[in-house]
């Protein structure tokens, strides 16, 4: 009633007046799992354009009531949406429908129709009345979106070591399956992997759960936040924010007697902030985290040389080996050539005979975080 019309519209219209929209219905499928205690964000019925969601619903069975799908709908908008999937847009548009009604609302969740009675010809033709309108709406709304920078909104993505993530409005979420394997072949557990989050909660530059994480039937899961976009640099004043943000996340894990392990370009996200600038750097996926020292996985991580162990093991002074490795990397892409001071820090952070927090200390790394500034 609601997505067959606005499918059709785009079909047919002509090409410069397309949405390009998908439309997502969440049926249950032998696919479909849940583990206790983590909440479902995402709607019963999804329209995405650009990646990010212009249409979201709730839906109800006959006995269900609009009251019952508006609950559920609310408690799926508890922040504001992300501005790498929405710049500036406002709003956007959401439905309830129980039985044969069906009720509009803005992202606020005001309403913007009366409730519609759809068993009647009168109320399906207000239907197609609304979804009309409501097309030419959705076209104006995807002209003002970002171009796409990060995941596309709950679209399950498979990464090469096995995880699934999906983006939802304010956090990814990451499933693992066959967990007890996949530690193994990590060289970690998943107790090493909740302390590492538990010393996450004391730093912003470090990924948060906002869910979990647990592990239910071999099978786990964490919702981490924030949303970011892949991290580039595009002036040494951003590589010099990287190697500070990244410097006070790892100081935190080593103070704790645990290493990352797997600091490379993808495991890295920048943050913007309320007028798009960025805000900062984040270092993420910590699966790969384990007490410094612990034994080595079977097999290298990817971004290893022979350079990255001290004595056969991986320590604190590894990880900080790695990140010179990581920064060089994206200072590259980015064609940020570096001054002899930058040059120098690195320089320093391969020689593995220095810890994160003294190299916080260096002139080049400009800390101001003692200053009243939070970590």
Not at 290 to 310: I, K, Q, R
Request: glycine residues 6%.
């Amino acid at each position: 009633m609601l997505f067959d019309p606005l499918a059709q519209i785009s079909e047919k219209i002509e090409d410069a007046l397309k949405l390009g929209l998908e439309y997502n219905k969440n049926v249950q499928t032998k696919e479909t799992f849940s583990i206790p205690h983590i909440a479902n964000t995402r709607p019963d019925g999804t329209a995405v354009a650009k990646y990010a969601l212009l249409l979201a619903g709730e839906e109800k069975p006959e006995d269900g009531t609009l009251q019952e799908a508006l609950a559920d709908l609310k408690a799926k908008f508890r922040e504001p949406f992300s501005k790498l999937h929405y710049g500036v847009l406002p709003y956007i548009i959401c439905y309830t429908a129980s039985g044969k009604q069906v009720q509009f609302y803005s992202l606020q969740l005001d309403a913007i129709t009366g409730v519609i009675h759809y068993n009647t010809p009168e109320g399906r033709a207000k239907v197609l009345h609304v979804v009309t309108n409501l097309y030419r709406l959705l076209l104006k709304m995807k002209e003002t979106l970002p171009e796409p920078g990060g995941l596309a909104l709950f679209e399950k993505v498979k990464r090469p070591s096995g995880a699934v993530v999906e983006a939802g409005f304010y956090s990814v979420k990451k499933t693992i399956r066959g967990a007890a394997s996949f530690f193994e072949t990590a060289g970690t557990s998943a107790e090493h992997v909740k302390a590492a989050y538990q010393v996450a909660k004391t730093t912003r530059f470090l990924v948060q759960a906002a869910q979990g994480p647990v592990v239910h039937r071999d099978v786990y899961l964490v919702e981490g936040k924030p949303l970011g976009c892949p991290a580039v640099v595009k002036s040494e004043e951003d590589v010099r924010r990287l190697v500070h943000d990244l410097l006070h996340g790892l100081d935190k894990l080593h103070t704790a007697n645990i290493c990352h392990r797997d600091i490379q370009q993808p495991n890295v996200i920048s943050c913007l902030d309320a007028s798009n600038s960025l805000a900062r750097y984040i270092l993420i996926d910590l699966e790969s985290a384990a007490p410094a020292g612990a034994s080595l996985p079977a097999v290298h991580y990817d971004a290893w040389e022979d350079e990255t162990l001290v004595g056969g093991r991986y320590v604190a002074e590894s990880d900080l080996y790695q990140l010179a490795k990581m920064v060089q990397i994206t200072a590259r892409s980015g064609a940020v050539e570096l001054s002899e001071d930058a040059r120098a820090l690195l320089k320093e952070l391969r020689g593995k005979q220095r810890s994160a927090s003294s190299l916080l200390q260096e002139n080049w790394v400009s800390c101001k975080c003692g200053q009243g500034l939070a970590v």
